[in-house]
T-cell receptor
């Protein structure tokens, strides 16, 4: 069965710095999602990545997918405090039952 | 507002009680889900319904029973609540098939004392 591993699980960084969160998955995943969760809040979809080499950007966040390496990355550029949240990646086995397998989440704290 | 809404937002109850959480979506989606998020933020799928038909039924104690009266509603009933049931329960919805992301409700924080 598909397994999804994120690292790091905790990340403390300074404002203005760049960093990358990694999401490795164990078997073929036909799609890869990134979500954001603020403390005590719901989960918000950030990106959907479907094909090898896919890159999507929104503001200071950029996500990419390498299906050959079974790796997705979420790159943070010039971090700001508002990006402090927990970021989850999730993969999905082929098929239509939409069962997502979730990483454990990366808790990001951006400090002044 | 178009959304996934679940009630109640907070639920505090004693062990042994029975409780229900309700979920409704007005996004026109065919598929709805229940997820459990534990204190370490681990997300686990519990159930999924597509157009009132159960399609995902994970290894969940049979004290948990989902019910979908129509494709816009998915409720979760929990019998004989235990301390370990304390968690945040999220409802979500999505179109059937395709690659659209899940839309999550705001969660129900269940505390069993």
């Amino acid at each position: 069965e598909l397994k999804v591993e994120q690292n790091p699980l905790f990340l403390s960084m300074q404002e203005g710095k760049n960093y990358t969160i990694y999401c490795n998955y164990s078997t073929t995943s036909d799609r890869l999602y990134w979500y954001r969760q603020d403390p005590g809040k719901s989960l918000e979809s950030l990106f959907v990545l479907l094909s090898n080499g896919a890159v999507k950007q929104e503001g200071r966040l950029m996500a990419s997918l390498d299906t050959k390496a079974r790796l997705s990355t979420l790159h943070i550029t010039a971090a700001v405090h508002d990006l402090s949240a927990t970021y989850f990646c999730a993969g999905s086995n082929a098929g239509n039952n939409r069962k997502l397998i979730w990483g454990l989440g990366t808790s990001l704290a951006v400090n002044p | 507002d178009t959304a996934v809404s679940q009630t109640p937002k907070y639920l505090v109850t004693q062990m042994g009680n029975d409780k229900s959480i309700k979920c409704e979506q007005n996004l026109g989606h065919d598929t709805m889900y229940w997820y459990k998020q534990d204190s370490k933020k681990f997300l686990k799928i519990m159930f999924s319904y597509n157009n009132k038909e159960l399609i995902i039924n994970e290894t969940v104690p049979n004290r948990f029973s989902p019910k979908s009266p129509d494709k816009a509603h998915l409720n979760l009933h929990i019998n004989s609540l235990e301390l370990g049931d304390s968690a945040v329960y999220f409802c979500a919805s999505s179109p059937w098939g395709g690659n659209s992301p899940l839309h999550f409700g705001n969660g129900t924080r269940l505390t069993v004392t």
